[in-house]
C-alpha cells in the first residue's frame, strides 16, 4: 500500500519536472557531476577511471546540448576545463611517479 505522503512527494517531483525549465535541470546535473569528478580527483591516489567517465559524460552532454543548455553554457564548458586540466595534471603525476618509483 502507497502511503500518502509518497503519492504527495511523487506529485511535488513530477510538478517540479513539469514546472522547470529544462535547461535548470540539466544545469544542476551538470554541477552534480563536476563535484562528482572532483571528489574522485581529490582521492589519494585520484580515482582516475571514475573520473574519466564522468568528464567524458559531462563533455558529450555538452556537446549535444550545445547552447540549448542556456545563458551558463560557458561556465559549464568552463568548470568542465578545469576538471580536465586537473585530470591531466593527476595523469601526469601519475605517470611520472610510476617511472621513478616503479613498483616490483
Known amino acids: 500500500m502507497v502511503e500518502p505522503t509518497d503519492n504527495v512527494s511523487e506529485s511535488e ?3 517540479y519536472f513539469r514546472d522547470t525549465p529544462v535547461e535548470t535541470v540539466l544545469g544542476n546535473h551538470i554541477f552534480v557531476l563536476l563535484q562528482v569528478a572532483a571528489v574522485h580527483l581529490a582521492q589519494t591516489p585520484p580515482n582516475l577511471e571514475s ?3 564522468v568528464i567524458d559524460t559531462l563533455s ?3 556537446s549535444a546540448g550545445g547552447e540549448r543548455l542556456g545563458e551558463h553554457v560557458a561556465l559549464y564548458r568552463n568548470a568542465l576545463a578545469e576538471v580536465q ?6 595523469t601526469t603525476l601519475g605517470a611520472e611517479k610510476a617511472t621513478t618509483h616503479p613498483e616490483t
Open 13 to 15: 517531483e513530477i510538478a
Open 60 to 62: 558529450a552532454m555538452l
Open 85 to 90: 586540466q586537473v585530470f591531466g595534471r593527476a
Open 51 to 53: 573520473a574519466r567517465l
